[in-house]
């Protein structure tokens, strides 16, 4: 105790140490390293002036992308949770559950800006919509769930998503934010790579646009398959696109890497993605994309927003220690 709250009457300390200013009121800019009011970065889609494009979860990319901010949720199949039984200095179940309490706070905090419900149990989320006017599947990759690594969860959203895409003869859109693969699912989170090529060959044979919207970061296994599989590559300014990160290259070559080495700027000039877009103008510039490639779906009434739900996922139990095949 203080030699204040010694001489302060009853009820004056209570007063003296009440917070009026809420917490994350304001927030530091990557880049500049000044501080930008929240509310305005929520006008700006969480760009701030110096450029730099924080990272957003599924909720702000569905206001992003869809007409009046209208879309109707996708409910994603469930998987086992912890199939491995892997533990590390935490069990994995433990992991999930304070990824889930975390995206939970957040999704409580952003709703009041308005947008339908969303549904999310993993990294991933997806809803339908439509964008100016083409009916549209939007699939998000969180970062803020375990750095939105692909395990068997974001493989089933992944599948289930592009089947309704087919099913719904819509477009299917991907915003990719991931370090890789999950390591406490093992293999199986390795088998997600060609599960989600495959999901991807039948939105093609549907002849159905498939577009990436590449983010910071994208890295991993995610890079290695569905992230480079676009037939059109979208990128927020200075995202890092990568396999291995910048400095297991250098430890590996021993060699100074380029100036901008591994960003979206550097992937565009070396012919990797097609388009490096202001997140302002990401949605006018997927619109012009899809007005391209499917000009007889642009302003259609003939798709209605009604309720969805994923087929079931088709995933075998965990077999018991001990067990015989």
């Not at 200095?89 to 889930?100: E, L, V």
């Not at 919207?213 to 990568?242: C, F, N, Q, R």
């Not at 000039?269 to 490639?293: F, N, S, Y």
Request: charged fraction near 25%; hydrophobic fraction near 40%.
């Amino acid at each position: 105790m203080n030699w204040i709250s010694k001489i302060s009457p009853p009820g004056l300390s209570s007063w003296l140490n009440k917070k009026d200013t809420p917490e994350n009121l304001w927030v530091k800019c990557p880049k500049s390293g000044e501080l930008v009011y929240k509310a305005d970065l929520d006008e700006s889609w969480h760009v701030t002036p110096a450029g730099a494009h924080l990272r957003i979860g599924p909720r702000v990319r569905f206001r992003l992308f869809f007409d009046e901010e209208r879309w109707e949720p996708i409910a994603l199949p469930s998987v086992p949770t912890d199939p491995l039984k892997f533990r590390d200095d935490k069990p994995y179940t433990s992991r999930i559950k304070a990824a889930k309490s975390k995206i939970t706070a957040r999704e409580k905090e952003e709703s009041q800006h308005g947008g339908a419900p969303i549904q999310q149990d993993d990294c991933m989320a997806a809803a339908f919509g439509k964008i100016d006017g083409v009916p549209t599947v939007v699939l998000v990759q969180d970062f803020a769930f375990m750095g939105g690594s692909l395990g068997m969860a974001a493989g089933e959203a992944f599948v289930a998503a592009a089947q309704m895409a087919v099913a719904k003869k819509a477009a299917f859109v991907v915003c990719t934010a991931s370090g890789g693969a999950r390591m406490q699912e093992g293999t199986l989170s390795l088998m997600q790579m060609p599960r989600t090529t495959l999901a991807i060959d039948e939105v093609r044979e549907a002849g159905l646009p498939y577009i990436v919207v590449l983010t910071d970061p994208t890295s991993g296994g995610v890079s290695a398959s569905y992230a480079m599989l676009g037939d059109i590559h979208i990128a927020e300014p200075e995202a890092m696109i990568a396999f291995s990160g910048p400095r297991v290259i250098e430890q590996t070559i021993r060699e100074k890497l380029p100036e901008g080495f591994q960003r979206a700027e550097f992937l565009k000039e070396k012919g990797q993605v097609d388009i490096v877009c202001d997140r302002r103008e990401l949605k006018a510039t997927v619109a012009r994309v899809l007005g391209h490639l499917m000009p007889r779906l642009r302003r259609s009434t003939d798709t209605p927003i009604g309720p969805i739900t994923a087929p079931a996922a088709d995933v075998p139990a965990p077999r018991e220690k001990g067990s015989s095949a």
